[in-house]
């Protein structure tokens, strides 16, 4: 037998006016920020993964591409706190919708963590067996443009989370 997923049914929950509008707004801005920091990361990203000269060998190449893939997971979640504005109409909040929302968003920004890890497993690799290429500057900065997918992740998820919930 197949099980096939059902949406939640709504559970209505009354927040006051203002609330709705706060949660509306909240994840109007906070998706929308995480919408353009991550083209504005992964461009900077791109930029500087290819540029350095590890990126011509194969796992360079991909270690680049995964931490793009990070960066593809933030708007994901920036995409997700769009579509989160819904969840309070009125002087509503639909709580079981909203829970879900939450948990994709934690799935998603969680999901930055193996991916960005592999990557740079994959760069510290390339590094440390081939010796022509060395660790210079560039190669420190997109390190740390590897890691802000996750921070800008989890300011998102919590910032979302503190909207979401019943207080």
């Known amino acids: 037998m197949t099980y096939i997923p059902q949406e939640p049914v709504p559970e209505y929950h009354w927040v006051s006016a203002h ?4 949660i509306a707004s909240g994840t109007t801005v906070t998706g929308v920020l995480l919408l353009l920091s991550s083209l504005v990361l992964g461009g900077a990203q791109a930029a500087v993964g290819f540029g350095l000269p590890a990126a011509h ?3 360079g190449n ?3 591409v995964l931490v793009l893939c990070a960066s593809l997971m933030l708007l994901i979640m920036g995409g997700g706190l769009l579509a989160a504005r819904n969840y309070a109409r009125g002087e509503y909040l639909n709580l079981a919708g909203a829970t879900v929302g939450l948990r ?16 740079l497993f994959l760069l510290r690799t390339v590094f440390a067996t ?6 210079t500057a560039s190669a420190g900065v997109f ?11 989890g300011i998102g ?3 979302s989370r503190n909207l ?3 207080r």
């Open 130 to 135: 081939r010796p022509q290429y060395e660790f």
């Open 62 to 64: 991909f270690a680049v």
């Open 104 to 119: 994709a968003l934690l799935v998603v920004w969680l999901g930055t963590i193996p991916v960005t890890a592999l990557g």
């Open 143 to 153: 390190v740390a443009l590897a890691v802000l997918p996750f921070v800008l992740g």
């Open 19 to 22: 609330r709705a509008r706060r």
């Open 164 to 166: 979401l919930r019943l």
């Open 157 to 159: 998820y919590f910032v």
């Open 57 to 59: 060998d194969v796992f």
